[in-house]
């Protein structure tokens, strides 16, 4: 399978979004501000990381409330992103927020309508894609099939976590900003569509049991 199920999981866990409904809020300017002349490039930062590798356990009651905060609201949702999450052994949620509070990051907040070379977003990119593979190597995310040898191509893991950050992410920012409350309305509509749709393609079993319905399914495709 490909890494990309897993590398926008774990885009999740750092943002602690996880659910469709939860938009992660901007950072401010003098957020940013702090962490302007702090790198002079991407791999400055990444040599940066690698060199307070070995002391991220420093940074560990800053993360026990970070994934107890996360692990305590995927308790209260059912769906499958907290699923997921909740599979996750705690080690490795620990080394991700580990890493934000040792990279000086006050919360994972990458601005998502900003430049995605800017030397702020960076800082969150090599993070994220850092702790991530880190987490892959050690089977973190065997359970969802995450492919290793694609874990291996930095140039590949960059694509996935802009894709889904100043993609996916951004364009839920932008709804929210423009109409708060239109990416729930929007998140509902499709839901309720989608199960209409589902209806529709079986109008003769609308009240057969799924487990009946699964036989029935079966039984035409042999």
């Known amino acids: 399978m490909l890494a990309q199920p897993s590398s926008d999981l774990h885009a999740r866990i750092i943002l602690k979004a996880p659910t469709q409904f939860v938009v992660p809020k901007m950072p401010d300017a003098k957020e940013m501000a702090h962490y302007k002349d702090r790198f002079s490039s991407s791999e400055q930062i990444d040599n940066n990381i690698k060199k307070k590798f070995t002391s991220f356990s420093k940074y560990i009651n800053s993360a026990r409330k970070e ?47 900003g430049d995605p070379n800017s030397i702020y977003n960076l800082i969150h990119e090599r993070v994220c894609i850092f702790t991530f593979r880190q987490i892959a190597s050690s089977f973190g995310y065997a359970f969802m099939g995450c492919d290793l040898s694609q874990v291996e191509k930095p140039a590949l893991l960059t694509v996935l976590y802009r894709n889904f950050v100043f993609g996916y992410m951004a364009g839920n920012v932008k709804k ?40 029935v399914i079966i039984e035409l495709i042999k």
């Open 67 to 113: 994934v107890k905060s996360l692990l305590d609201a995927c308790k209260t949702e059912g769906s499958s992103i907290s699923a997921n999450i909740l599979a996750m052994e705690e080690d490795h949620l620990l080394l991700i927020f580990e890493a934000v509070a040792a990279m000086g990051l006050k919360r994972f907040a990458p601005d998502f309508l």
């Open 176 to 215: 929210e900003v423009a109409a708060p409350g239109r990416l729930l309305e929007d998140i509902e509509r499709d839901t309720m569509y989608s199960r209409r749709s589902s209806v529709r393609s079986f109008p003769y079993f609308n009240n057969v049991s799924s487990w009946v319905l699964s036989f």
